[in-house]
């Protein structure tokens, strides 16, 4: 009998991206498959996020549509897990009880034997864990990219940011133990993958739980000794926790990328205390200096929330002063919205929607100009771009291909005469930039990686006998 197939679909952010690849490990270490084609899949499983506007509706919507789906296709069944499952557990199979199995955010382990209790009980099964007794460590994986990984190092958050849902879905900080994290890093590293993310609620907040506060300089100390880890990076720190400990040990570690993803927030001492975000401007203004002073090429960039409740007209003044100082590569504007279950939820003074659009129109128009002009700074200098599946732009009319720089910059380069496969690395010359990427049309060199063996050996076999991959055909493929 052929195996079942699933289809995972992921919404919001990079943990639950990540919790997806741990969802299709473990339906694939239960004996599914992965469904070639998503609308062929016996089991559809979502992967929900709380925090992005109209995040409930979007998951009924689906559902919806998967109901005649489910309903022409005997034996189909639908899971629901991740932060929505979390807030609206029992409520999700009121109002659609065609779903077979709801889980938590602590309860990943669990998805294949809850599916295969819906299915002989013939009734829906829930389970959701209120907090995470430990780290899930162990848990198989199947990653989506050959060369490049995310990788764990806490779950959970102890701030109680007023905006924010994810410490009521996602529980107390609970942290991996550094010879967990190491061990699961070196036998990535066995299987190919050059670059790592370390992920975190809040990352750099890593040892709390274990009492040592330079848990997470000693972590990336310890990714540098790793050989053949050719790239590190984190997300996402809080400017709270940022030690100088952490930015000598980004400076000092060669395989630790120059780039910092720090959430601002917002640039006004009254709104960040409104927000109980607990440093200040000039606080964070002196980090980034720091890092600036250690890493002098350090690309930093942020998120930015326009129009948290009561955030005055002098308010946001002050966050466009801390954009035009900071000079982000690039920053990640939301425009606030209430998240039921959140304090912010019920401050006065929610501010009009046309507020909020002008003032995110303000600020994005500073931003592109500012990313822009950091990155002309660019041009004639040298990168090395790892080559990335799927990013960016296809441009067949000038024959680019695309990746990112060490500075997490995209950056797209003019296809090279030598053979480049996703995750290999090309060197070359910055001659045009954009607000968003650059374009690097002289190529100086192309570096063959165990990351392109790699995914070479994930393809599927040529049918025409040359096997055609980014740059020219591959002798022997
Ligand atoms: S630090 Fe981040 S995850 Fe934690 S409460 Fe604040 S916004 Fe949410």
Redesign the pocket.
């Known amino acids: 009998m052929p195996a079942r197939t699933y289809s995972v679909r992921t919404f919001g952010c990079q943990m639950n991206v990540h919790d997806s690849e741990r969802l299709s490990g473990l339906l694939e270490a239960a004996g599914y498959e992965q469904a070639v084609d998503a609308a062929d899949a016996d089991i559809v499983v979502l992967n929900t996020c709380a925090v992005r506007e109209n995040a409930d509706n979007k998951l009924y919507g689906t559902l919806g549509h998967l109901k005649s789906w489910k309903d022409a296709k005997p034996g189909a069944q639908i899971a629901v897990g991740g932060c929505l499952a979390q807030k609206d557990r029992g409520d999700i199979l009121k109002r659609a009880p065609w779903v077979d199995a709801v889980f938590g955010t602590h309860n990943i382990g669990a998805l294949p034997v809850l599916l295969e209790r819906a299915r002989i009980a013939e009734e829906a099964q829930v389970e959701i864990l209120e907090s995470l007794d430990v780290f899930p460590s162990t848990l198989p994986s199947r990653r989506d990219s050959a060369y490049s990984a995310w990788v764990s190092i806490s779950v959970g958050?102890n701030?109680?940011?007023t905006?924010?849902i994810?410490?009521s879905l996602r529980g107390r900080e609970k942290d991996r133990r550094p010879g967990d994290i190491l061990a699961e890093i070196k036998a990535l590293v066995d299987d190919g993958v050059i670059e790592v993310t370390l992920l975190g609620?809040?990352v750099n907040a890593y040892g709390v739980e274990f009492g040592d506060r330079r848990a997470f300089a000693d972590l990336l100390r310890a990714c540098g000794d790793i050989e053949g880890l050719e790239r590190v990076r984190f997300t996402?720190p809080?400017p709270r926790d940022f030690t100088s400990d952490v930015i000598e040990a980004m400076a000092q570690t060669p395989n630790v990328m120059p780039q910092l993803h720090m959430?601002l927030q917002s640039g006004s001492d009254r709104v960040l205390q409104a927000m109980r975000?607990s440093y200040r401007a000039e606080r964070y203004l002196a980090i980034i200096d720091e890092v600036r002073d250690a890493i002098p090429n350090a690309a930093i960039t942020t998120d930015i929330i326009i129009g948290f409740p009561g955030e005055t007209h002098d308010d946001f003044d002050r966050t466009l002063d801390v954009v035009m100082r900071a000079r982000f590569t690039s920053a990640y504007t939301f425009q606030y919205s209430p998240r039921p279950g959140t304090p912010a939820a019920d401050f006065p003074d929610q501010i009009s929607p046309e507020v909020m659009r002008e003032r995110y129109d303000r600020l994005s128009a500073l931003q592109e100009d500012i990313s822009w002009s950091v990155n002309r700074e660019l041009i004639g200098t040298q990168v090395e771009v790892m080559l990335a599946e799927g990013e960016g732009r296809k441009d067949a009319a000038t024959d680019r291909i695309s990746g990112r720089a060490r500075d997490n910059r995209l950056v797209h380069v003019a296809r090279p005469e030598a053979a480049a496969r996703p995750g290999d690395m090309v060197t070359a010359v910055v001659t045009q930039a954009a607000p968003h990427h650059l374009v690097a049309d002289t190529v100086a060199s192309v570096r063959a990686t165990r990351a392109g063996d790699a995914w070479e050996t994930r393809q599927p076999a040529p049918t025409s006998g040359t096997g055609v991959l980014l740059g020219m055909p591959r002798v022997g493929v």
């Open positions: 958050c701030n109680t940011c905006f924010c994810v410490p609620q809040n996402s809080h959430p975000r």
